[in-house]
Each structure stands twice: as structure tokens, then as C-alpha cells.
Nanobody, 122 residues
Framework: QVQLVESGGGLVQPGGSLRLSCVVS????????KAWFRQAPGEEREFVAV????????SYADFVKGRFTISRDDAKNTVYMQMNNLKPEDTAVYYC???????????????WGQGTQVTVSS
């Protein structure tokens, strides 16, 4: 069974930083597109960032451009997201996902992690 395990969430003050990690258990998924989504209470899950199969191409939601950076280490089968200058509106559960196409659409991703909570508050 494929498992995606996120870590790195927590409570941070506005303007602070966090680095999320997501380890994928299945080695055959090592060179697949990987993405981050988030879901705030009462809201739909929304796209945050995506890396293509080798990390050469990335894409971000407008609301995180210049603040968040997605990266990957395929030797460790891990995808990261560095989040800087965090804002209260970034508070959400963050999910990593693996799919066959690097898109912004959640239903294109077959594998999901359980999520990690990020709370930005003073």
C-alpha cells in the first residue's frame, strides 16, 4: 500500500517560516509529479504548488508566489515545501499528492498523504 507521510507543520507567528516534508513509500513513484494542496476549515481543498517529474518545472498558486518553494529529493523519494513570510490566511491542513500529470487539479492525483496542520497566529 502506498503511503505518503507529511511532517513539519506547526504553529508559527506571522512572518515566520516552516518547511514541510512528504516521504513517499513506493519507490516506483519516485519520478512522478508531486504537489502540495491545502484545505482550510470550511473551505475546499486548493492547489498550492507542483513539481514536474524531475523538478525542472514548478508551478505555484498566485497567493504563494515568491513565498513558497517546492523542491524534491528523488533519492529520498521526498518532496518539500519551504514556506516563508507566512500569513494567517495560510492556516490550513497541507497535503502532499502524487500523480501522473503535473496539474493544479486535485482529482488528477491518485495518492495523498494524511495532511499536516499549519497554523499561523500571533
Amino acid at each position: 500500500q502506498v503511503q505518503l507521510v507529511e511532517s513539519g507543520g506547526g504553529l508559527v507567528q506571522p512572518g515566520g517560516s516552516l518547511r514541510l516534508s512528504c516521504v513517499v513509500s513506493e519507490r516506483t513513484l519516485r519520478s512522478y509529479p508531486k504537489a502540495w494542496f491545502r484545505q482550510a476549515p470550511g473551505e475546499e481543498r486548493e492547489f498550492v504548488a507542483v513539481s514536474n517529474w524531475n523538478g525542472a518545472s514548478t508551478s505555484y498558486a498566485d497567493f504563494v508566489k515568491g513565498r513558497f518553494t517546492i523542491s524534491r529529493d528523488d533519492a529520498k523519494n521526498t518532496v518539500y515545501m519551504q514556506m516563508n513570510n507566512l500569513k494567517p490566511e495560510d492556516t490550513a491542513v497541507y497535503y502532499c499528492a502524487v500523480g501522473t500529470v503535473a496539474t493544479t487539479r486535485a482529482n488528477n492525483y491518485a495518492y495523498w498523504g494524511q495532511g499536516t496542520q499549519v497554523t499561523v497566529s500571533s
